[in-house]
């Protein structure tokens, strides 16, 4: 047997078998070559997310459930919620030292904030924009503020202590008049956007111009952030963010024609660029004439079906709130298809975005509900998410 | 010693069995424990869990490791009778075996690890569930273990 396959060895040519050998180290080693790249090219995209995804996991699975969040509606008072909300780590850090809703938001805003830190390279961007929210969020509430007339400490209770600017908060405070939170905001972007809105707000005296002029700003930068095209985790990342954004302009402007505002009267307040929707389509979409034709134009589009569903129900109801559901309901559907699409990748990350921006919404209602008099909690859940 | 032909062949197949299915064992516990490092930032209380899941994809450097021992041992290269080439060439089938089997399986069961992590830190209750799952993909390094094993035997290295 030996000998045949020396003698085979031979027959091929080779002077030794020593030289067998080294032909055949070589063929395996070429193999085993192509092997390790086919496999490992998958895992090249899986390894980024391997520590941020089982992180987020883990805040999954803190987030509050339907059953407790049934309990916390019927609850008695604000003082059994923030009880209840006392035993929740996370939550416990903020709820004695921050009003209810500001805390909600701290523990939102620490949420965005771990995900921009654990987010893997190519999503950073996209992170480090969205945390530009709690900066915008709070310039406006120093804006509403001031038009108030609210004094230092009770200006500082709707801070959310998150941001790029939050060691900035008091000089923020300390501003009277716009023009002086301008000056305080000198250095950073926003000083910029306020001052070229500055000349309309002086006009109309609408704090609603300088908010619309900064969440245009935050809304165009989100997009263009997320819009690389790197795999297709950056590519699902954008197509969620840029619908959540057509969602938030598609609302703006159903309740703008719900009221029976014109174009000129919606436009400093909508925003200037969608995903789906294209400028010519938001054009179109605020200069319909009434509700109807605004149906019919979103029926058109890429939410057409989203809508269209749903008018029989605003026929029955007259209710522009079933349109705000139907969207929302769009939303966390997509959230939840990316989550079991992407389970090794982004589907973690958008997940867990959704359900705790939803936990948060759904425990603001429960607070607001406990504050005054205390609504029944079959119409506070009624209003859930 | 001059090394034969046979037994260089064997060092081959003892190289292939311990590299290939080392090199998917720690890919595979890379994966794992990098999941398990995340869980037990968020929570502390998942260190064992996470351990028990990063050390599943040891398993297929293990059995590469012992099938190069084997190999080394009978092959004449630390003592006794040399291989003949026929031999040889049964070695180098023996270790590619087990360190392509080893490779895939240890990349599949650490990304299966990975996910049962992250299901334990989300649900606690999920822990034997995932570590069902997480041992399926052991299969195919058991297949390449056994087949190595069965080359050793009846290719005439073992006992030779």
Known sequence: ME??????????????????IALLVMVLAVIGAIVVVITIRPLLEYYPYTYPNARIRAKIGKILSDKQITELAETENLDEVKNYLRGHRD????????????????NLAESYDTLAKVAPGTLKPTFDILLDQWDIKNIKSVLVAKEAQLNEEETRELLVPYGVLKDDHDKMIEANTVQELIV?????PYAKVLEEALPDYNENKTLLTLESALDNY????????????????????????GTKIDIATLKIILRAKADGLAYDQIKPYVINRGYKLRDWKVKELMESEDLNSLLSSIESSEYGSVVAD??????????????????DAYERKMADNIFKKKPFGIGPIVGFINKKETEIKNLKVIARSKRGPVLPSSEIKEMLL | MALVLGSALAAIGAGVA??????????????ASSAGVGA????????????????????????GFLIAILLLVFSGIMGGSPLGVTSGLVAIGAGAAVGFGGLGSGMGQGIASSASVGAVVEDPDMFAQGLVFTAIPETQAIYGFLIAILLLVFGGILGA
């Open chain 1, 310 to 327: 749903h008018i029989p129900e605003f026929n029955e109801t007259n209710s522009i709130a079933v349109f705000d559901e139907a969207l």
């Open chain 1, 218 to 241: 935050y809304y165009e930068r989100l997009l263009v952030k997320s819009s690389s095209q790197e795999d297709e985790n950056t590519r699902m990342l954008h197509s969620y963010v």
């Open chain 1, 3 to 20: 000998e045949s396959i020396l003698d085979l060895i031979t027959s091929f040519g080779f002077s030794s078998p020593e030289a067998f």
């Open chain 2, 40 to 63: 037990v930032a968020e929570d502390s209380g998942m260190f064992a869990q996470g351990l028990v899941f990063t050390a599943i994809p040891e398993t297929q450097a293990i059995y």
């Open chain 1, 184 to 188: 305080a905001l000198e250095g950073t």
């Open chain 2, 18 to 31: 311990v590299g290939f299915a080392a090199l998917g064992s720690g890919i595979g516990q890379g994966i």
């Open chain 1, 91 to 106: 939550y416990a850090k903020y709820i004695d030292q921050y009003p209810i809703e500001q805390a909600l938001d701290a």
